[in-house]
């Protein structure tokens, strides 16, 4: 089992950055392939962006592509999702989510009902 904390939301104008942090618990986070998902008020929670156990395989939704970086450091149990050119439509409420993936290190997901556990949240707001 993995507890997740993310970290690193907040208040940005369009155009800025933010980088998320996702520190997982436990020794065996290597295990774990991650994703981000989102939420905006009055929406359904939707994809993001996901990573391999591995660290060598991506996959990102079509809105953020080419604006956001999903990477990990397995040596500090963290997944960070660096986030550049924000736009208002950016803001909602980010959570990472895990899931154990030991049969394919390269395996990554995109649906939520594949991810077993998941953060609380943080809050990115981004203003015109």
């Known amino acids: 089992q993995v507890q997740l904390v993310e970290s690193g939301g907040g208040l940005v104008q369009a155009g800025g950055s933010l980088r998320l942090s996702c520190a997982a618990s436990?020794?065996?986070?290597?295990?774990?392939?991650v994703g981000w998902f989102r939420q905006a008020p009055g929406k359904d929670r939707t994809f993001v962006a996901g990573?391999?156990?591995?660290?060598?395989?991506?996959i990102y939704a079509d809105p953020v592509k080419g604006r956001f970086t999903i990477s990990r450091d397995n040596a500090k149990n963290t997944v960070y999702l660096q986030m550049n050119s924000l736009k208002p439509e950016d803001t909602a409420v980010y959570y990472c989510?895990?899931?154990?993936?030991?049969?394919?290190?390269?395996?990554?997901?995109?649906?939520?009902?594949?991810?077993?556990?998941w953060g609380q949240g943080t809050q990115v707001t981004v203003s015109s």
């Open positions: 990573i391999s156990r591995s660290g060598g395989s991506t």
């Open positions: 989510a895990a899931r154990t993936s030991s049969s394919n290190s390269d395996a990554y997901y995109s649906k939520a009902y594949e991810y077993a556990y």
């Open positions: 436990g020794r065996t986070f290597s295990s774990y392939a």
